[in-house]
């Protein structure tokens, strides 16, 4: 209840005030990679995500809202909250390690310990005493006196060059799983501890209770027990028995033990492998059973998954009453010692989202092309979602385009996994739908593969639009192979014909995305174009001839044209910067965003409010995934700019366009929002 409070009072306060974002994505679809539940409130849960911050939960699980506005890593590899001091949160990124003393509302950035990888370890974080236990990826492990406010930060140097991947205590000694076994300090250094451990040295999980003892799981090799006496790893049973159709040899990953319950023990699969496994044991691992039920949210939105995904955390709350598992798809609840599992979703719009289209004429309809998840779709303003992929191969979604003159006829650019360039061509994934996106059809188109310039061309599918003069006709854009001109009625008749080539003129055929393409309805064969290290380029003959109209090197990653204000275009830069024309692309003026002006931080997506002419949205990205700084609105056609506020991690804005109630904001990770303008 406390969550909802929360999510309310934000809305209202951003009735009252503005500018302000307000979710309307839908949770679930993203990938989880650490938990942690307060031992003095188990209400208070908290969520990391691979490319989003964090996700806080005020009642147990039940909804959630987006956190970390203060992270300068986006990808959280471990939780931990302070058993003596409720509220107070470490935070574990890809960049460093954070604080937060409210409970995760604010963080603050406590040390240069970072933990980057594609597998993130399992207890990363470990209160001990009056300090926290940091395993960092490439530094080795460190004590941190969390408490106090200017943490003294010291070394346990002997692990540098191993990956540390869990942490655990057993009476006063401290162990770490690592990638070349068990080390445990004793003395003043790491001294191995793999007596008795066999099969493997990947240790890629470790849990102690008092009650429990000490168990690992070594990714090959599975679950071990520690003999204090013996100081050896002993196994307390054979591996456990795989289900009907799953092969061996199997691998495993996490490892979670019931705080009330000793000898329960919960294993999970390795999340490369498949299936997905969560194996439970009520004798200390001696036999174990499958857990097989669960259950997705009836009021959750369709995902392409259907179940149980790649595991990447356990964690119970201190009283052993609940046990939540991370996924690389949901967050789950068991509140019954895990027979049964409940799909957590409300806030956890853990979303990639590549492109944002509503329809006019139909009030709340809003279209969002994700990664993974496909085509999702809602008729009323993102209430409630479907996923509307049939006929198209499972995959990420680029773009989705309405006809201007049939709102039936549809056209769909998809990037389905594992698809690539084979043999010198590539393959554009474009479908079309006649009954509303309720079917689709596939229309390949194939291309040359062109020799990729540098490493900011992916080589990705990237843009679609629809001729405004001829609904069959589409351009199709790749970020390194081209941007071409397709007249579908002939592609079954002669595919070679259909397809017209627009940028064998063009030095860079680099375009970055969807906005990467202007039309002009009412100035046929007026096409303005934006490369990335071709600057922008202006063609008045439908792409046959193009003129570069700006400086032929720039980097230009987005336009938008001003509805109210014909030939006003707004183009995106790096460095936070901005073009401004008012002549349709013939000339160009610099603008920027206000503030500092990083090198890593680019204008990628920029959309007008055509129900409020001189309202302007601007979205930023970073490079590699680095925190940005959200979006910017202008009240005066880009005049002037101000930040809009907003307590979530700093991801990059990847679409931005006009929908029922205002602008539509997709985001790197955080699903969909739409932007109160205020005033």
Known sequence: MCCLVLVLAQIATAWG???????????????????????????????????????????????????????????????????????????????????????????????????????????????????????????????????????????????????????????????????????????????????????????TDMAATPEAGLYAVEERSGLWRYNPGKKAWERPGPLPALPPGAKGPVRFKALALDPKTPGRVFLASHPEYWPYLLFVSNDGGKEFALATDFALAPDGAPNYA????????????????????????????????????DQLHKGLQNTVVKAVTSLPGQAGAIVAATADNGLMASSDAGHTWTRTMNGVADGHVVDMRFSPRDSAKRYLLADPWQSGPRGGTVRLHLFR??????????????????????????GLPTLLAIDPADDDVVYLGSNGHGLYKVRVPDLERDPAAAVTDLARA???????????????????????????????????????????????????????????????????????????????????????????????????????????????????????????EGVYLSYDQGATFVRVPSAMAPVGVTALAPGPGGILAGFNGLGLWRLDAGR
């Open 506 to 628: 063009l030095p860079r055929t680099t375009f970055f995305g969807p906005q990467s393409l202007l039309l002009f309805p009412d100035l046929p064969g007026l096409l303005v174009a934006a490369t990335v290290g071709g600057g922008i380029r202006r063609s008045q003959d439908g792409g046959a001839t193009w003129t570069a109209v700006t400086d032929p090197s720039l980097f230009v990653f987005c336009l938008a044209a001003d509805p109210s204000q014909p030939g006003h275009l707004l183009a995106g830069l790096p460095e936070k910067g901005l073009l401004q024309s008012r002549d349709f692309g013939k000339t160009w003026t610099r603008l920027a965003l206000p503030g500092e002006r990083p090198d890593h931080i680019a204008v990628q997506s920029i959309a007008f409010d055509p129900a409020r002419p001189g309202l302007v949205a601007v979205g930023t990205a970073a490079y590699d995934l680095k925190a940005a």
């Open 433 to 458: 739908s006649l009954d509303s996106g309720a079917s689709w059809q596939s229309l390949p188109v194939m291309v040359p593969a062109r020799p990729l310039p540098g490493d900011y061309a992916s």
């Open 306 to 341: 259907k179940g149980l995904e790649s595991i990447e955390a356990l964690a119970f709350s201190s009283d052993g009453g609940t046990l939540f598992v991370a996924d690389w798809w949901n967050l789950w609840r068991s509140r019954d010692s895990g027979k049964h599992f």
């Open 17 to 203: 005030q503005g500018p302000a974002l307000i979710p309307i994505g839908y949770g679930g679809g993203g990938r989880f990679t650490a938990l942690a539940v307060d031992r003095s409130n188990p209400d208070l849960v908290a969520v990391g995500s691979d490319v989003a911050g964090f996700f806080l939960s005020h009642d147990g699980g039940d909804r959630f809202l987006p956190r970390g506005a203060g992270l300068k890593g986006l990808a959280v590899a471990g939780l931990a909250f302070d058993p003596q001091a409720a509220g107070t949160l470490a935070i574990l990124t890809d960049e460093g390690l954070y604080r937060s003393r409210d409970g995760g509302e604010t963080t603050e950035r406590l040390a240069d310990l970072g933990y980057a990888d594609r597998f993130f370890g399992s207890t990363l974080l470990l209160p001990l005493g009056d300090d926290l236990i940091v395993a960092t990826r490439t530094k080795g492990i460190f004590r941190v006196s969390w408490r106090q406010t200017v943490p003294v930060v010291t070394p346990l140097p002997g692990l540098s060059r191993r990956k540390p991947n869990s942490l655990a205590v057993l009476g006063d000694e401290l162990f770490a799983a690592t990638d070349a076994g068990v080390w445990v300090w004793r003395g003043g250094q790491w001294t191995s501890s793999n007596q008795g451990l066999a099969g493997g040295n990947n240790v």
